[in-house]
């Protein structure tokens, strides 16, 4: 390896010397940039071929800079407008942009180093979005920002609110342990997606998990969507085999926002200062039934006012007491449904985002400088999310030929959120349990001992008042379980590069440095109820954890690029690379848990204050890579492309001898209406064509420690709800770890192919992209679950293949276009992927992704990976292929499997978009709808809610007994099904039996979604002419503003989940805080 | 900027990737998460603590149930199926588990003390993994024991592990103990301290633990596998070999620091089984000791105010009994989760009283020469002395008083002697050994659940143990435990499944 270095520095050195000693003069260029009104462009970069220096246009499209002597062809680009090349004849240029195919021309930004290309160059799919397109309603998250806009990519925009975890899935899952998520990168520096959510957890504390979930987000939603020029998707392994190991999912290219060069006096500030103000409501609230009330006819006692259930007596409207006697006196309402009882728990969120930025930039040097503010108020009391970004960006011209850059961003989050899942803490689900007939916003009035859940009577006992024995009131919860988080983090890079007629050589320094703090409160309390008559306390002895995350991403690239034109006809770009990858994660908590003696003060949180020890958890994880790269490109006049790459890296997490791992990508594009230059059929029907055909691999190295041996821990001795720790009376104790790896692990490795097709028709009024795609991933790494005979209870192995086929369709038609200013666009998107788990190795029938024991996800054999798994109710096919529910002939309740059976997967078949833009001068009108079909997901409310008898399904019949439907019985001992006559209690079904077959809680995940839907003005100028403004906008916007599902889903918005964004276990909704819709007004100023 | 200024840029650059080697730089994969290696005093206490946390739980609660000391409470419903001798398989996953995470801890700990001439470790691991392979043969009968725990790739990587016969068990038990007898007889090195939770490094208990183990596992099969057995048990007593006695009770004691609870009160009280008492005291064990004017019950059992003891009928716990009205496990068993004394009772791998039923059976049954009355009676002796403390605070009595109370009666008081300590001196073989094995059940009570059973399966005594109301076997008694779900999910060698009524190699009658 030493010597590979040391000849790259050798080349570099070389070619500084040679080129640095030419003294080249220059000559000034200038002109003016139009749009095909002949109306002035704004923001427009130029360049000359081969040189360092960059101009942009001004408000009113023109342009000055130095070129140097020789050089004569100019470059003019802008996203969303097709590049131009100029020949420079020493006059002012007047340059008109044409707004062609937004799709199919312009410019990408690629994985060759962060460096622009022209899409038509690449051969494989990659789609570009300009930060108007992504900010179109304005949305918080950028993930979030580009559902619908992408066709390809699965994104799951968990709670949809500020901060919430977004996932971003391109051409489907590939591994079972790692997150599958696509790679973001800013300005080519890899970033660190981390969840914020459970994973820190789930080895040190059972206290957290999947179903006690604290959703603070993952860190994609850091990054300040307004900093954003443009984002691109690359989709496959062939775009982003340069990425190495971590562009294995695809990757999403961030190009920020940067200063311009301008040249003599009219170097100019640039500012503009956006204000936007958004409100969030919860949208869909699982849907109750509105007969019967608090009370328990079948097993309890039937007015029972302390009960959570509404099995009671239907409600007559009649006044009724209802909650304790607390000093002989009780209060009275009205016994009648509270249609509105859960959504009102919920507060408006309101979110204030206030954004500045400033450029500017002189011949030599440019700048831009960014700061944000966004503090939102949550649905949920007292919650809250806070996010301040400052970014700098700065360029300079060292020389002629040498420059370097800085882009650094600091962000900086604070946040309060929610518990949700069935822990104690759960706002939500002491929410759900709430009879039909309990007022929910009565009882936020804490001071009302009739609501209160803890204060002193006069006996000096800690009593509640509320109602309720067993659930508690859920504003008591938001405003007691506190949990918070703080992040302070740093992405920057810094570049030195050096640029000389084809030469481009240049070395870059990329970090992100991140520390987060979070504190997860628990209170103390031990409270009886004031009535006798309620037998229930609530005790819990108190818990508080603090931790101490810190990440570093570091990406040192050292690239020579050689960008050449052999001929008129016959041009070649090539690069290699050397990259260096380290990744560091610490994580550090201390926990006083309320299993293990909780907290001695009530309400001192400090972790000297535990009544039992204090656990101190520190986890630490060292990754480091190391590749060598390089990439040959040709075109023929600009028409035929050819790309080959090749990229072997080497990673610290496999043994040395299985350390380096090599992969190549070939693609190639033929834009074959260049043949047809001239014709009536290039000019009147299909202006653009292009075929491209790709191939790649891409390797993925292993997780880091998955090959080590067992090894030695002191973590507790576990039986089913216990523990025994040490310190044991004087013992330590080490138990042999229960997982171990395998030394000769592999690294997991995606063979992909894609072949596509763009199209511009009627002189691009219609567009269209179609990407078919095939992917083979080999060797995914997972814990194999041992049999604890063997002495443990885990492998690491290299376990399976999963393959990937899809389609990726993107439309667009303008339909109206007029010379007046009117504009009509539509455009839809549809992607199918087809994800199967090919093979499983090690005699294994599923490896295990998510859920919880008896309601698993999973990735098995010839199934979707995240597959439910879970008991359901015995089913019988009839022999015309009907069927039947098999019940027990003596109850007429439906008999539950033996064993678990595969219900469906959280994968859509397939989705779609449809959406439209309306403009008309300064007015724009944008809507856009997205579905997904075909997925399916478990959802706890679902269980929850047929057990406390509050869900429409547990009223048929008036709660009597019936027939199941179409329910058969088998004759004992026989295999004969004969036709069942029996009722089954309701009551017994949904309180007890349906427990034991969890599958029925997993429903159809379909939806369709009105996403985006937007109205902007840009004010004529005149109108402020003399002000010194430069452009004035105004907008009203709304995002997830509809939702529709299907039939068997009245609960939840499908795509809400406890899994966060980076677990593979999706499709899990255990009580999660419904999702939200956001709508607002912005204001825009330019000067 | 001068020439030479940006070459040194440039070389910096490009220096700062050729600076560190290429393999060190890569050398960072070594887990710091966890310990590459431990001391054999960190791995024995490991071990124990995995091997007392499945007898204390698991096969405890299994076992006091199925013995019917214990009920499911009516107040709970976690063990309605255990009750119903209805298991199922899932519920053997936590206790085989942690067994055999035990004996995986014990086999590593002997190759840590084999590299470091730790001969007392070893001995001690040997004897460990007998005792946890009878604990599993004798719940499960054929288990994974010649392949077992050999998962890690050092190890030879069997992660399938065959199952051997009961038989090939039981001989490998004998051979573990001879060896650990052997080792422990001529090595002078130093043993344990504090880290043996069970005899703080006492090797003299070791070698007592050892032969009244090897007692314990022959006279199991001395009915199925008489040739083996039966000499080598007239062996250990012709040699004399030191047996547990008074005070050498093999036993976890747990401590009320937090985390150091027993495992049985940890499980009981944790806020998932929801602070609710989910085990009542069966009206089988509870009566026959008021009957008999054991104390012990009083000790063992909770009693009701106003009341004394109130049993729960086997697997009533469908009869809607308000708290406060039935008796529950007390303290020294670990399963009063009213009473945090329930923290620091003990986990019992070998008593005293066990150890003189045993010799009193073997000599009942003649494989050996000697007292059986003696061994009887040292029996019953042993059981009251050891709760002596816990009879004295709920009766006011001492051991010796109420022993004596409980053989003799007092006929001023008109308290008859306790029938089942009427030992029939001149009786059959048969005889003598249901009032042992009936003696044996009494002292067990609340502390060797699993064994106990165990022994009213081989023995057949006590003979007043009823069919539970709820029964789903209709007569029949458990035999077996279930394979666990786990085993059967992931072992490519699972011998199938075995219903809980097929019974194990040496229950033959």
């Known amino acids: 390896m030493k010597k590979t270095s040391l000849f790259l520095v050798l080349m570099l050195s070389a070619g500084l010397t040679a080129f640095a000693q030419e003294t080249p003069q220059t000559h000034s260029v200038s002109g003016k940039v139009v749009d095909e009104h002949g109306k002035g462009i704004k923001g427009v970069t130029v360049t000359v071929k081969g040189g360092t220096e960059t101009a942009v246009t001004d408000v009113n499209g023109d342009f000055m800079f130095d070129a140097p002597d020789g050089s004569n062809l100019i470059i003019v680009q802008q996203v969303g407008f097709a590049t131009q090349y100029i020949e420079d004849e020493g006059q002012s240029l007047i340059i008109t942009m044409l707004t062609l195919s937004k799709q199919l021309e312009g410019n990408v930004t690629t994985a060759l180093v962060a460096s622009r290309q022209e899409k038509r160059e690449v051969g494989y799919n990659a789609t570009t979005l300009g930060g108007d397109e992504l900010m179109s309603a304005s949305n918080t998250s950028i993930i979030s920002g580009l559902q619908g806009k992408v066709a390809g990519a699965n994104i799951t925009s968990s709670t949809n609110g500020p901060g919430g975890s977004a996932r971003i899935v391109l051409r489907g899952e590939k591994s079972f342990m790692k997150n599958n998520n696509a790679l973001i990168v800013v300005d080519g520096v890899i970033t660190n997606n981390y969840d914020r959510t459970i994973s820190r957890f789930n080895a040190a504390n059972p206290w957290f998990s999947e179903l006690n979930q604290i959703d603070f987000g993952n860190s994609a939603n850091d990054i300040n969507p307004e900093d954003i020029e443009s984002v691109t998707v690359l989709h496959g392994a062939a775009a982003t085999a340069m990425y190495g190991a971590m562009g294995a999912n695809g990757a999403i290219m961030y190009t920020t926002k940067k200063g311009k060069h301008s040249s003599g006096q009219k170097g100019k500030m640039d500012i503009t200062f956006k204000s936007t103000y958004t409100q969030s409501d919860v949208t869909k609230i699982p849907q109750t039934q509105n007969m019967y009330g608090q009370g328990n006819i079948y097993g309890g006692i039937a007015d029972d006012r302390s009960e959570y259930r509404s099995w009671g007596y239907e409600m007559d409207g009649g006044l009724r007491p209802w909650g304790q006697v607390i000093d002989g006196k009780q209060m009275v309402k009205p016994y009648a449904n509270q249609p509105n009882n859960l959504r009102d728990f919920f507060n408006r969120g309101k979110n204030i985002n206030n954004y500045l930025s400033i450029s500017g930039g002189s011949e030599k040097s440019n700048y831009f400088l960014s700061m944000n503010a966004m503090n939102a108020s949550g649905v949920v009391p007292n919650t809250f999310y806070n996010r301040y970004n400052v970014r700098f960006s700065g360029n300079t011209q060292l020389s002629h030929n040498l420059y370097s850059s800085v882009n650094v961003n600091y962000l900086n989050t604070y946040s309060r959120v929610e518990a949700s899942g069935n822990g104690p803490g759960s706002v939500i689900n002491n929410l759900i349990q709430t009879p039909r007939d309990i007022p929910v916003q009565e009882l936020s009035d804490l001071d009302n001992n009739f609501y209160a859940m803890q204060f002193f009577d006069t006996s000096g006992t800690e009593r509640y008042g509320n109602y309720n024995g067993s659930y508690q009131n859920p504003y008591w919860t938001a405003k007691n379980y506190d949990n918070r988080n703080k992040t302070d983090r740093v992405i920057s890079d810094v570049k030195i590069g050096f640029k000389q007629n084809d030469w481009h050589i240049f070395n870059r320094v990329g970090t992100d440095i991140s520390a987060d703090r979070a504190t997860y409160k628990s209170p103390l309390y031990s409270s009886s109820a004031m009535d006798a008559a309620y037998s229930s306390a609530f005790v819990s002895p108190g818990g508080y954890t603090q931790t101490n995350y810190n990440g570093l991403r570091f990406y040192n690239d050292f690239v020579i690029n050689y960008n050449h034109e052999l001929s008129h006809n016959f041009g070649m770009n090539a690069y290699v690379g050397h990259n260096l990858t380290v990744q560091r994660d610490e994580l550090l908590a201390g926990i006083i848990e309320p299993n293990f003696g909780g907290l001695v003060l009530p309400a001192y949180y400090n972790l000297d204050n535990n009544a039992g020890p204090v656990i101190g958890y520190n986890n630490l994880v060292n990754r480091r890579t190391m590749g060598l790269y390089g990439n040959l490109a040709f075109n023929y006049q600009r028409e035929l492309f050819l790309e080959i790459a090749g990229r072997n890296d080497w990673s610290s997490t496999l043994i040395q001898r299985r350390q380096s791992f090599y992969y190549p990508a070939v693609s190639a594009g033929w834009v074959f209406t260049e043949r047809l230059d001239g014709t009536r059929f290039r000019n009147n029907v299909m202006n653009y064509g292009k075929v491209r055909i790709s191939g790649g691999g891409v390797g993925s190295d292993g997780i880091a420690y998955t090959n080590n041996n067992a090894g030695y821990t002191r973590n507790p001795i576990r039986t089913s709800y216990g523990s025994v720790t040490s310190p044991f009376n004087g013992a330590y104790a080490y138990s042999v770890m229960n997982a171990f790896g395998d030394n000769n692990l592999s690294p997991e490795r995606t063979r992909e192919f894609e072949a596509g097709l763009d199209l511009g028709f009627l002189r691009d009024r219609i567009n269209a992209s179609f990407t078919f795609y095939r992917s083979y991933t080999i060797n995914t790494i997972a814990p194999v679950q041992l049999p604890t005979s063997s002495g443990y209870m885990y492998n690491y192995i290299n376990v399976g293949d999963v393959s990937n086929n899809g389609v990726e369709i993107a439309l667009r038609g303008t339909p109206i276009s007029t010379r007046w200013g009117l504009r009509w666009e539509l455009f839809a998107t549809y992607t199918r992927n087809k994800n199967t788990v090919e093979r499983l190795n090690g005699g294994m029938e599923n490896v295990v992704l998510g859920g919880f024991d008896g309601m698993q996800i999973v990735a098995a054999e010839g199934q979707s990976l995240g597959t439910f798994y879970a008991k359901d109710i015995e089913y019988w096919k009839d022999p015309k292929g009907e069927w039947h529910a098999v019940v027990d002939p003596a109850t007429g309740l439906p008999i539950a499997t033996t064993t678990p059976v595969y219900k469906g997967s959280y994968q859509p078949k397939f989705m779609a978009s449809w959406g439209t833009d309306l403009s008309y001068k300064g007015i724009k009108l944008h809507a856009l709808f997205f579905t997904k079909q075909g997925g399916k997901f478990y959802s706890q409310n679902k269980m929850n809610m047929d057990a406390n008898g509050t869900s429409e399904p547990t009223t048929v019949n008036g709660r009597n007994p019936y027939v199941w439907e179409n329910s058969v019985y088998q004759v004992p001992g026989t295999n004969i099904y004969q036709a069942n006559t029996t009722r089954f209690s309701p009551y017994e079904y949904y309180t007890t039996q349906q427990q034991t077959v969890p599958a029925q809680g997993i429903v159809d995940a379909s939806y369709v979604r009105l996403q985006e839907l937007s109205i902007s003005y840009q004010i004529p100028q005149r109108y402020y002419e003399r002000s010194p403004f430069g452009a004035l906008e105004a907008g009203i916007f709304g995002n997830n503003l509809a939702l529709w599902t299907a039939k068997s889903n009245r609960y939840d918005d499908p795509e809400a989940t406890s899994a966060g964004a980076m677990g593979n276990g999706q499709g899990f909704n255990y009580t999660a805080r419904p999702a939200l819709r956001n709508y607002g007004v912005y204001v825009k100023v330019n000067f | ?509």
């Open chain 2, 1 to 509: 900027m001068s020439i030479n200024k940006k070459i040194v840029i440039a070389a910096m650059a490009g220096l700062a990737l050729g600076t560190s080697s290429c393999r060190k730089y890569l050398d960072v994969n070594s887990n710091p998460n966890v310990a590459q290696e431990a001391t054999v005093t960190t791995i024995l206490p490991a071990a124990q603590l995995h091997l007392a946390s499945a007898l204390g739980t698991d096969l405890q609660i299994n076992g006091a149930i199925w013995s019917q000391y214990w009920t499911q409470s009516p107040l709970g419903k976690e063990y309605i199926r255990l009750d119903q001798h209805n298991p199922t398989a899932a519920d053997y996953d936590m206790g085989w588990q942690n067994l055999y995470l035990g004996a995986s801890n014990f086999y590593q700990l002997y190759k840590v003390a084999n590299g470091q001439y730790k001969e007392q470790y070893k001995a001690i691991s040997l004897l460990m993994q007998a005792y946890t392979f009878q604990t599993l043969t004798d719940g499960w009968g054929d288990v994974p024991f010649s392949q077992a725990l050999q998962g890690q790739y050092p190890d030879g990587h069997i992660v399938n592990p065959a199952y051997d016969s009961q038989r090939v068990v039981y001989r490998g038990i004998i051979s573990y103990i001879d060896s650990a007898i052997n080792i422990i007889e001529r090595s002078t090195g130093a043993g344990p301290g504090v880290d043996d939770l069970v005899y703080g490094g006492d090797m003299k208990k070791w070698t007592k633990f050892a032969n009244t183990l090897k007692l314990r596992a022959l006279l199991r099969i001395s009915d199925v596998d008489p040739l083996f057995a039966q000499p080598r048990i007239d062996t250990i007593f012709r040699t004399n070999a030191p047996l547990i006695g008074l005070g050498d009770d093999a036993r976890i004691v747990y401590y009320s620091a937090v985390g150091n609870n027993h495992p049985l009160y940890a499980e009981l009280s944790s806020a998932e089984l929801g602070h609710v008492q989910q085990l009542a005291g069966s009206k089988t064990c509870i009566d026959t000791m008021v009957a008999n004017n054991d104390y012990r019950g009083l000790v063992f059992y909770n009693r009701v105010s106003g009341m004394g003891l109130v049993g729960v009928s086997q697997s009533e716990y469908d009869i809607k009994l308000p708290e406060g009205t039935f008796s529950t496990p007390a303290a020294a068993t670990g399963a009063d989760i009213m009473n945090t004394a329930s923290a620091t009772a003990s986990v019992m791998l070998l008593s005293s009283w066990e150890s003189y039923f045993l010799k009193a059976e073997a000599i009942a049954r003649g494989y050996a020469t000697g007292s059986d009355v003696q061994a009887f009676y040292a029996g019953i002796y042993a059981s009251f002395a050891y709760n002596s403390t816990a009879l004295q605070a709920a009766t006011g009595a001492d051991g010796d008083v109420a022993y004596n109370l409980y053989v003799n009666g007092d006929a001023s008081m008109g308290i008859a002697p306790a029938r089942w300590a009427a030992y029939p001196v001149t009786g059959t073989a048969e005889q003598r050994v249901q009032f042992i094995a009936t003696q044996k059940w009494f002292a067990m009570t609340g502390n060797q659940g699993f064994e106990s059973w165990t022994e009213t399966r081989r023995t057949g005594y006590p003979d007043f143990l009823v069919t539970p109301k709820n029964s789903f076997l209709a007569g029949k008694m458990p035999a077996r435990f279930l394979y666990p779900a786990s085993e059967k999910a992931t072992n490519a060698q699972y011998p199938g499944e075995k219903a809980v009524t097929v019974k194990v190699w040496w229950d033959i009658f």
